[in-house]
């Protein structure tokens, strides 16, 4: 029976030896979320990229000789993937330093020992991971088919939107004596407004 007992807390001792601390734990789930960290980083550096590139394009179209767009356009081109090819390894280099003093301060505060290792056994399962796989190709389904959805739904408040705004921008451009004209037109209406 001692040797029983013995064995027993021999396994007992052995296994908290091999226990992961809650800081283990933590660093565990950064790691596996990893690729994730490094996605946002990347999106942050691509997203004002793609802005400026669909800003050029308007301005290619609009203010740059037709025979010259294209060497202008390749030249943007190549200076925004620049940008993007230098930027994103600074950004995820970032990313991946201050991901343990914010996401994982907040695994650790707000999950248990318990429920950092159910975390980690589902980040490492072949269901997750498969779902990873297929998580692109299903969002990049599900926008492409909202997107044509949208189009009919949006594309007559946008053209709405952007003749509001050509009148602001014809409007701004008329000068003062149309700023003088409008409010010389409000002050009547106010003035009858007093009346009631």
């Given at each position: 029976?001692?040797?029983?007992?013995?064995?027993?807390?021999?396994?007992?001792?052995?296994?908290?030896?091999?226990?992961?601390?809650?800081?283990?734990?933590?660093?565990?789930?950064?790691?596996?979320?990893?690729?994730?960290?490094?996605?946002?980083?990347?999106?942050?550096v691509e997203r004002p990229a793609?802005?400026?590139?669909?800003?050029?394009?308007?301005?290619?179209?609009?203010?740059?000789?037709?025979?010259?767009?294209?060497?202008?356009?390749?030249?943007?081109?190549?200076?925004?993937?620049?940008?993007?090819?230098?930027?994103?390894?600074?950004?995820?280099?970032?990313?991946?330093?201050?991901?343990?003093?914010?996401?994982?301060?907040?695994?650790?505060?707000?999950?248990?020992?318990?429920?950092?290792?159910?975390?980690?056994?589902?980040?490492?399962?072949?269901?997750?991971?498969?779902?990873?796989?297929?998580?692109?190709?299903?969002?990049?389904?599900?926008?492409?088919?909202?997107?044509?959805?949208?189009?009919?739904?949006?594309?007559?408040?946008?053209?709405?939107?952007?003749?509001?705004?050509?009148?602001?921008?014809?409007?701004?451009?008329?000068?003062?004596?149309?700023?003088?004209?409008?409010?010389?037109?409000?002050?009547?209406?106010?003035?009858?407004?007093?009346?009631k």
């Amino acid at each position: 029976m001692k040797r029983l007992m013995m064995i027993a807390a021999l396994c007992a001792a052995a296994t908290l030896a091999h226990a992961e601390t809650k800081k283990e734990l933590v660093q565990k789930v950064l790691l596996l979320q990893q690729p994730m960290i490094e996605s946002i980083a990347r999106s942050i550096v691509e997203r004002p990229a793609a802005q400026l590139m669909q800003s050029a394009g308007q301005v290619l179209q609009t203010q740059v000789a037709a025979d010259k767009r294209e060497a202008v356009a390749k030249s943007v081109e190549a200076d925004v993937k620049k940008y993007v090819e230098e930027s994103t390894p600074l950004l995820r280099e970032r990313a991946l330093k201050l991901a343990p003093s914010t996401l994982g301060a907040a695994l650790e505060e707000k999950f248990t020992e318990d429920e950092l290792r159910q975390l980690i056994t589902w980040l490492e399962s072949p269901v997750n991971k498969k779902f990873q796989q297929v998580g692109p190709e299903m969002q990049n389904n599900f926008v492409q088919k909202l997107a044509a959805e949208a189009a009919p739904l949006l594309d007559p408040k946008l053209q709405a939107l952007q003749q509001k705004l050509r009148a602001t921008f014809a409007a701004a451009d008329a000068g003062p004596s149309a700023a003088s004209a409008a409010p010389a037109a409000a002050k009547p209406a106010a003035s009858a407004g007093k009346r009631k």
